[in-house]
């Protein structure tokens, strides 16, 4: 149905796409497989036309196409999910998807659209109230409406960029039952991830690429696990679960009937204890109060209510300073923001944390700022470069050489491991079982059940602002806590 | 003069008094709407007024004055237009910037007929039955016909913003540019339009203050401030075309009260301090729904001043 023929796209200093080809049938769920700065995405954005291909062509039933825009991409019957969704989210479902449709009448007439969003939900299994309001809806229901979207314009090829990247184990279920719908009655799916499990799980075929190449395309039929990730990563890699090898300690972090308020975020008499030598994990859907209990734990906002205490001192309330030198450190979900400040260089950045004299010394600075490069092989072009600057990984790692520089007790990392690579995700892990193994206590915080899974000694489950479950690393099962997360009393 | 004459003629007065309030505040809407904040409007409602007196005085035309106001409003929102949109400028300063700028410039194309008063201007227009009705028909239905045109401007807006594809698309390009832009629209292209319809009504709202309200040029005390008033009822209306109407004659009785009293003989409360009422009027009105959690930032536009820039890779 659609094809890539000999692809090729450089951006200043970068060749994104390199001779790439691959072809997607009619009724067909076909994987782009790659880890982050593959050329995955490069590729998604020439094939719906974003951008345009330097060398090569896009083929569409046969025929050579083109393609000026990603409106253009639409008409011809390309469409694509992004993985930041593209909704207004003060507008209504109807609204959103109205939004420049130049079918539509200058006068809008929102009961057609609303009929056509039940009419196409019914028929995939995409069920959605056209007149909900978007921030009204789950994360899980807001994907629907983007898919619903692409297919009121008529999409027969769709593209998803990294679906499930922010849905429950439930959710998931649903969408690749909707997927395999649309595939069956001949539509295109072009499912663009880098989690092996899934692209196992829903794909026909599969296209690995590295380093802008396709590296191999196979049947999954014909290909193991094993076999992909060492295609996509270019060696074999080693993500498999890690426990504590010894017994866990005194208990480093406990935490006792917590309450607290931050943001959009709040938690309620919410216990939890760490031992040292543990890893505990804290799994949940985005959005259920793991920033407010992180907040509390840390000093960053005032418990309403309960207690906090770090290696034997009471920090409750006492603010983020008190529980830093009680041995906390916190790595945020929101690296550059909360954990760092973006507009400041590497150098300036790491001294954020630290009890400073009144002339700041930046040629020490700058000599320690250079160390933590070298031993945690950031790459950047030098000490003095804004922090906005780096990549993902990159910036994550200069966060945790700071906070772990502190020599920590007990360190809380939220989503530590989202949206990096294999590479650093392998590194940011060791980093992690290395501080276990040290006897530090560690609360990871997280949406990825599969990390929490590999890493936790126990895990906790929050929904709604509440510790709903309790349970062992060791044998978890998904489906338990998948029904966990979403609120289903056991 | 019976007591209920007086209350009446104040309402009155009041309509009249609100009406350049409800032409300005709904240009600040529409341009907020796109995600542009015009701080501007005490600028551009100054030049609508100049130019307005100076072509009525020139074709004794009022109706060809009022369509000039609004054009020169126009033309000044296009340099808001260029530095806040395609210049990215930061839209607060820019703003402050055309307000020092169209006064001065108000002030200097004015000063051969400063003091002077202008030749010619619309009468009221009694609306038939309507207009007879006790009461209402006085205070509402006795007015020029301006006053009912910035009706019509109020309904048309509110049925363009909210029923209209083109004002889906404005205020999801006030919203979340980001995705209007992914669905093909052109953010640049709809601010601009709304930047200047929202100066075209700025400089018909100062039309009407030099039409209606001070018939004489006098530099920036014709406008006196109150394109700041007209600013804040943005805030107040929470961005609603219709809101607009009802804050606007809060204003107008706020600005009215003065002559009012002193018409009525009441001098007890000094005349300096009721010509601050719309003032303090403004400022608590402004502090009391900023102090409020639910209506802090309602309705507000997402993007509300934030330059837009496509986000190439």
Known sequence: MIAARHISKSFPGVLANQDVSFDVSAGEVHSLLGENGAGKSTLAAILTGLYQPDAGHVELNGARVALKS???????????????????????????????????????????????????????????????????????????????????????????????????????????????????????VIFISHKLGEVMDISDRVTVMRDGKVVGNTAVADTSREELARMMVGRDVDLSAIRATKPAGAPLLEVRGLTAKSARSHVSNASIVVKA?????????????????????????????????????????????????????????????????????????????????????????????????????????????????????????????????????????????????????????????????????????????????????????????????????????????????????? | MTQESVLILTLAGAIGTGTPLVFAAIGGVISERAGVINLGMEGMMLIGAVTTFLVVNKTGSPLLGFIAGGIAGALLALIHATLAISLRANQIVCGLALTIFGTGLASFIGKPIEGAGLEKSFSKLKIPFLSDIPAVGPVLFKQDGLVYFSWFVALLASLYLNRTRTGLSL????????????????????????????????????????????PAWSQAGTTNGIGWIALALVVFASWRPLRVIGGAYLFGVALQANFALQAKGITVIPAEFLAMLPYLLTVVILVVLTANRRTRGAGAPAALGLPFVRDER
Not at chain 1, 108 to 118: G, M, P, Y
Not at chain 1, 320 to 345: F, M, Q, W
Not at chain 1, 398 to 405: D, K, P, Q, S, Y
């Open chain 2, 171 to 214: 205020r999801a390009v006030g919203e979340n540019p980001a995705t209007a832009d992914a669905m093909g629209l052109s953010v640049v292209r709809m601010r601009y339009a709304h930047v200047i319809i929202g100066g075209l009504l700025a400089g018909f709202g100062g039309s009407y203050v030099i039409l209606r309200i001070v």
């Open chain 1, 70 to 188: 990603p409106r253009h991409g639409l008409a011809l019957g390309i469409g694509m999910v992004h993985q930041h969704f593209r909704l207004v989210s003060q507008f209504t479902v109807a609204e959103n998807i109205s939004l420049g449709d130049r079918k539509q009448n200058w006068i809008l007439s929102t009961k057609k659209v609303e009929d056509a969003v039940r009419e196409i939900g019914e028929r995939y299994g995409l069920p959605v109230d056209p007149r909900a309001r978007i921030s009204e809806l789950t994360v899980g229901e807001q994907q629907r409406v983007e898919i619903i979207k692409t297919l009121y314009r008529g999409a027969q090829i769709l593209l998803l960029d990294e679906p499930t990247s922010v849905l429950t184990p439930q959710e998931v279920t649903t969408l690749f039952d909707s997927v395999r719908t649309l595939a069956s009655e001949g539509k295109s």
């Open chain 1, 277 to 490: 030598g543990e890893i505990v994990g804290i799994a949940g859907v985005s959005g259920n109060g793991q920033r407010a209990l992180a907040e509390g734990i840390a000093g960053l906002t005032p418990l309403i209510d309960g207690h906090v205490t770090i290696c034997g001192t009471d920090v409750t309330s006492k603010g983020s300073i008190a529980a830093r030198k009680a041995g906390l450190s916190y790595v945020p979900e929101d690296r550059n923001g909360t954990g760092l400040a973006p507009s400041l260089s590497i150098s300036e950045n790491m001294l954020l944390t630290e009890d400073l004299p009144f002339l700041v010394n930046h040629k020490s600075a700058v000599a320690k700022a250079e160390e933590a490069i070298t031993t945690y092989s950031i790459k950047t072009p030098g000490a003095s470069t804004a922090t906005r600057m780096l990549s993902g990984g990159n910036v994550q790692k200069v966060l945790l050489a700071r906070e772990l520089g502190h020599d920590p007790q007990v360190l809380i990392v939220s989503s530590p491991t989202w949206g990096l690579d294999v590479g650093a995700v392998e590194f940011v892990r060791s980093k992690l079982n290395e501080l276990r193994s040290q006897g530090r206590a560690i609360l990871l915080i997280s949406e990825d059940l599969d990390e929490v899974r590999a890493l936790s000694d126990r895990i906790y489950v929050i929904f709604e602002g509440k510790i709903v479950m309790e349970c062992p690393g060791e044998g978890a099962d998904v489906t338990t806590l998948g029904l966990a997360m979403a609120g289903a009393s056991a």
